[in-house]
């Protein structure tokens, strides 16, 4: 099956995303998943597109999501694991119900939420994130109104499933995103 190559899956993005947080957090997912995926030994690119395209029809479809998304990857043929990914990280969201398989769609679940978690922290103390403590984004999980849209317990599912610490998580995820600017 097929995987678009990271600049085809950016094009799709550009066509699919206008607001410019959810290409940033797009980003984010992709490069703590292609960080994973190194440090799993698992396939880099299939994880990266895979956290590039996440939340392809989140901004048209919001109610739906990620049933349209579902929809184009499986006409567009891109490789089942990216489809069960997808689909277990709305685990809770618009009715869908799927818990992750794969190391790939459990890495998903507990990095999608944190990385907002990241960029709120950001907004807060901008400083890069190489240089954000693990220890201080912590303390930030564990205050409920800090980034209060942000769901801690898919965050904690997906860590479950990940078989990892929370600690070691935010660190695996800080060290993840230390190259973004």
């Known amino acids: 099956m097929p995987l678009p190559t990271r600049d085809a899956a950016t094009v799709l993005l550009h066509q699919h995303v206008q607001d410019a947080y959810q290409r940033t957090h797009a980003v984010m997912v992709a490069t703590a998943l292609e ?105 930030k999980f564990k205050e409920p109104a800090f980034a209060a849209k942000i769901d801690r317990s898919v965050i904690e599912l997906g860590v479950q499933h990940l078989g990892l610490p929370l600690e070691e998580h935010i660190a695996n995820v800080g060290r993840f995103l230390a190259p973004l600017k």
């Open 35 to 139: 960080g994973y995926a190194a440090h799993l030994n698992e396939p880099v690119n299939l994880w990266f597109v895979t956290g590039l395209l996440h939340d392809l029809d989140f901004e048209e479809h919001p109610a739906a999501h990620p049933g349209p998304s579902l929809q184009w990857f499986k006409e567009w043929d891109y490789p089942l694991d990216l489809l069960h990914a997808v689909e277990a990280h709305a685990y809770g969201y618009n009715a869908f119900q799927t818990l992750p398989q794969t190391k790939l769609a459990a890495a998903l679940l507990a990095t999608d939420e944190l990385c907002g978690l990241f960029y709120a922290y950001r907004k807060m103390n901008p400083v890069p994130y190489a240089d954000m403590k693990p220890s201080s984004i912590r303390k």
